[in-house]
């Protein structure tokens, strides 16, 4: 059996809106031989003009690629078949294995290519007559009766969030959609197919048909832009929508927003992001007509990420009478998403909650660390009997209890089964499992997994609950190696890295949050960009993204963006070799900062220059990997000097780190920045440090991510695990005494005697910490992908037990296949189960006879000894 499935283009299967005349794309080789390894490609498309998938021309094939990839391929040339702008495919794949064995064609996939360009689009921007925070707007439109609807397909995007139904019902299940990117350059348009639902009336009878839209002002003219006074992107909320209905003759019709649109104040009289909403379900609107609002087309660009959905619902697993007296439901793990509840009642009967992550030391209801985010909804009945289901459309909340302020005939009325938590976030498939004999760490892993959820709305965020919910850069670089493990989270970060190459400022700096609203002017100077470990991201991410799927193009589209922050550090260095200027957040968080502030002791030139080192090593070896050769050569002879001035600069006579700090020692050792007898030193001083703290961790954010690699790759394997297992505080295990369920900002968020860090900062879902997931992957779990450039075909298996353990599974589900390892401690010998699917190769790596066996794909076990 050879077979190739789960065809892709541009990522997705089966994708319309395609902004590229040349997608990438990608299939999977199932087959039940050992030691598959693809030799060749070929493809056949054809064209279908008609909508209709029934309807194709002749098939046009491609030449025989010699190409072991079977991911991200670029789509190739095939002779007279071109793709082109609004142009629907379909297509198949077949492919030949090294010992000359041929597949069948595969199942046919399709894609459409949308080219967004100014020109293509006819509707207008519109909103209601009346400025308003929230709107309804609908038009009915009639479907030829004279014709056949072949396809239907709605083109559509907002100045704020928006729903959409289709005859009252949902035409998808996105929600906040277009989601938050760099407006004033990229305003995201999403595609929705909706013919199923058009023939669905048609076959009723109706040839006519209602769309209706909820509008609100999400991240366009929220709160959240209000940080400074000023909306960041306009103070209007607007709907854009290109309906095509194609008929069977080869019609073609375009219904677009316009003022035949109506436009009316819906039941939301109030919506924010961080507020929650206020909701009279008995309102009736009254409908006027929509007006245009002027926009700049130009920025309107094909969705290039993934879509937030609901992803799982939760029961209430306790009702609580808190000491204060207050109802509280706890829905048993902090998440991200929103209540939806089912009520009866009078017309006006009120339903009002609040939502907290934590109960105080006394058992109230704690929602101080929220700081301006009232987190409140307010929803009105419209009464009459029946049953009322709500859920938010404009909001969503950090959470794990809500409090019933108001419910008809009292909260304690209420009944648990009347509520469900809905977790949201961008819709990607999880790819991580991992389990083994320390239950601590298993749980340890899950609040890394709920931390990325509840931080994945969308943007890679730093808290979902407070009045920040921003893309912090330094929280998502130390984060993304994780991340890339757990989900499949390509087309996430190719959207967030799009954003954060539109927000570079014209000196190469990169702003502290992505979508950027901090920058701003302070006494004539320009702030909120330019700080080392955050605005490296620009090169990290990308590399990180590099590392994991071999995206060549992504890399190549954000290289000038890499370079460009690199010559920004250059111009700010002195020398263009030490960075000792500018504003830096330096080991964010630390517990060696003075009490009280949030900046650890490392001192910040110190760190700044080491990220500058990393960054241009990084860069380096990017202009390699594009065949920049000589750029890569000046930027290793840039590094060398960077390092030499690392080591004039923090290293005394004595051969050690001036700074005193774990982190001065962990960036030194794993930037590669130290002589090999400094090496040595550094290391030792580490290990003082840590003893110096009683066996315990004093990191930050920029440490942190590196203390048991740091240990583990410098032949103390030991020491990291008693760091990872050690439960006292501070430690990752730590807050599991305390209950979390997710990883916090702060080490000692509650302190051991159940008293608080300041509510000002103090958030319960922050995944900065849980970057040691990457180590728990590869260093306990064994999974590691090899040279970047086989495109995640190349595995390196080399599980490392210790701590104590003695089993340990792990796998992974990439694009080729499932990746896994299981490892356990019989008597003296150490067993490992590995599966390598299709078209990948690895080496496996056994820790305690140092043996090296190449294994190709399919199911292996092998047995180590001391
Ligand atoms: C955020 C962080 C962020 C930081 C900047 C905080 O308010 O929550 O995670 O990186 O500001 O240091």
Same mark, same amino acid.
């Given at each position: ?67 072991? =990839? ?64 929230? $709107? ?136 924010? $992001? ?27 660009? @094909? ?13 209430? +697993? ?45 058992? =109230? ?43 008809? &005939?009292?909260?304690? =009325? ?37 931390? @990325? ?51 570079? /400022? ?131 002879? /840039? ?43 550094? +290391? ?30 410098? &032949?103390? /394997? ?30 000692? &968020? ?117």
């Amino acid at each position: 059996m050879l077979i190739c499935t789960d065809l892709r283009c541009d990522g997705r299967p089966d994708p319309r809106g395609v902004e590229t005349l040349r997608p990438d794309i990608g299939w999977r080789i199932e087959s039940d031989e050992p030691s598959v390894i693809q030799a060749a490609w070929q493809l056949r498309a054809a064209c279908c003009d008609a909508r209709s998938a029934a309807a194709i021309e002749s098939w046009h094939e491609s030449a025989w690629q010699e190409d072991a =990839n079977s991911q991200l391929r670029v789509w190739p040339e095939i002779d007279g078949f071109k793709l082109r702008h609004d142009g629907r495919y379909i297509w198949q794949v077949r492919i030949r294995d090294t010992m000359g064995r041929e597949s069948d064609w595969s199942r046919t996939a399709a894609f459409e290519i949308y080219l967004s360009t100014e020109a293509f689009w006819q509707g207008a921007f519109i909103t209601s007559q009346e400025k308003r925070r929230c $709107l309804r707007l609908r038009r009915c439109f009639e479907l030829a009766a004279d014709d056949t609807l072949v396809d239907a397909v709605l083109r559509a995007t907002a100045l704020g969030v928006y729903e959409l139904e289709l005859e009252g019902s949902p035409i998808s299940g996105d929600r906040l959609a277009p989601g938050w990117t760099e407006y004033h350059s990229r305003l995201l348009i999403s595609t929705y197919d909706l013919t199923g639902l058009l023939l669905d009336s048609l076959s009723r009878g109706e040839s006519t048909a209602q769309l209706d839209v909820w509008l609100g002002p999400g991240w366009h003219n929220g709160e959240l832009m209000a940080q400074h006074g000023q909306p960041v992107y306009g103070e209007r909320v607007a709907f854009f929508a290109e309906l095509e209905l194609s008929y069977a003759s080869g019609r073609r019709e375009r219904i677009l927003t316009d003022e035949s649109w109506q436009a009316a104040a819906g039941e939301h009289s109030y919506a924010d $992001l961080y507020h929650g909403e206020t909701v009279d379900a008995a309102h009736v609107p009254e409908w006027g007509p929509a007006v245009r609002t002027p926009q700049d087309l130009t920025v309107l660009k @094909m969705h290039d990420g993934l879509p937030v959905r609901e992803q799982e619902e939760l029961p209430v +697993i306790q009702r609580i009478i808190t000491p204060a007296g207050e109802v509280v439901l706890d829905f048993g793990i902090n998440i991200s998403g929103y209540v939806r509840f089912t009520v009866w009642g009078e017309a006006g009967d009120r339903v009002r909650y609040d939502h907290a992550e934590i109960l105080d030391g006394e058992g =109230n209801f704690y929602t101080a660390n929220m700081r301006r985010a009232r987190n409140t909804i307010d929803y009105r009945l419209a009464g009459g009997g029946e049953a009322e289901t709500f859920r938010p459309r404009f909001t969503f909340q950090g959470f794990r209890y809500i409090r019933l302020l108001d419910w008809p &005939g009292g909260p304690e =009325n209420a009944r648990p089964g009347q509520f469900r938590a809905v977790v949201i976030h961008s819709d990607y498939t999880e790819t991580a499992d991992f389990h083994c004999s320390h239950a601590g760490l298993v749980r340890l892993h899950q609040n890394i997994v709920r931390g @990325m959820k509840g931080n994945f709305v969308d943007i890679p965020t730093d808290c979902p609950q407070r009045d920040e919910r921003l893309g912090w850069t330094g929280d998502a670089e130390v984060f993304a190696e994780t991340a890339l493990r757990l989900g499949d989270t390509r087309l996430f970060w190719r959207k967030w890295l799009r954003d954060m190459a539109a927000a570079q /400022l014209p000196d190469g700096g990169i702003p502290h949050v992505v979508p950027d609203i901090l920058t701003r002017l302070e006494n004539g100077i320009l702030t909120g960009y330019g700080a080392c470990g955050w605005a490296d991201a620009a090169v990290i991410v990308p590399w990180r993204l590099f590392e994991r799927y071999g995206d060549r193009r992504l890399l190549a589209e954000h290289y000038p963006m890499m370079r460009f922050w690199v010559d920004y550090i250059r111009s700010r260095a002195t020398d263009g070799v030490l960075w000792d200027t500018g504003f830096h957040f330096g080991d964010w968080l630390a517990l060696d900062a003075e009490p009280g502030s949030y900046f650890g002791a490392t001192p910040n030139p110190l760190t700044a220059t080491a990220h500058y080192a990393w960054s241009v090593e990084l860069l380096a070896r990017a202009a390699r990997v594009l065949g920049r050769d000589a750029e890569a050569e000046e930027l290793t002879e /840039l590094h060398a000097r960077i390092v030499s001035s690392f080591q004039n600069a923090f290293v005394g006579p004595d051969g050690r780190l001036h700074a005193r700090t774990q982190t001065a020692a962990l960036l030194a050792l794993q930037f590669d920045l130290l002589t090999p007898s400094q090496r040595g030193l550094a +290391i030792e001083q580490l290990l003082e440090l840590i003893d110096a703290a009683g066996g315990a961790l004093t990191t930050g954010f920029l440490g942190t991510p590196w203390l048991c690699e740091v240990l583990a790759d410098n &032949g103390h /394997l030991d020491r990291a695990y008693d760091l990872l297992l050690r439960e006292d505080y501070p430690s990752w295990l730590y807050p599991l005494s305390q209950g979390a369920t997710t990883i916090w900002e702060h080490w000692d &968020g509650i302190r051991p005697d159940g008293s608080l860090w300041s509510a000002d900062m103090n958030s319960f879902n922050h995944y900065a910490y849980g970057a040691i997931g990457s180590w728990m992957h590869r260093v306990i779990g064994g999974i590691r992908f090899g040279d970047p450039c086989r495109m995640g075909r190349e595995l390196i298996i080399a599980p490392h037990p210790g701590g104590g353990l003695i089993w340990a599974d792990h796998a992974l589900d990439t694009a080729y296949g499932r990746v896994s390892v299981h490892w356990e401690i019989v008597e003296n010998a150490l067993a490992i189960d590995v599966t390598i699917p299709p078209n990948c190769e690895a080496e496996l790596c056994l820790p305690w006879s140092g043996t090296k066996l190449r294994l190709g794909s399919g199911r292996h076990r092998h047995e180590d000894r001391k």
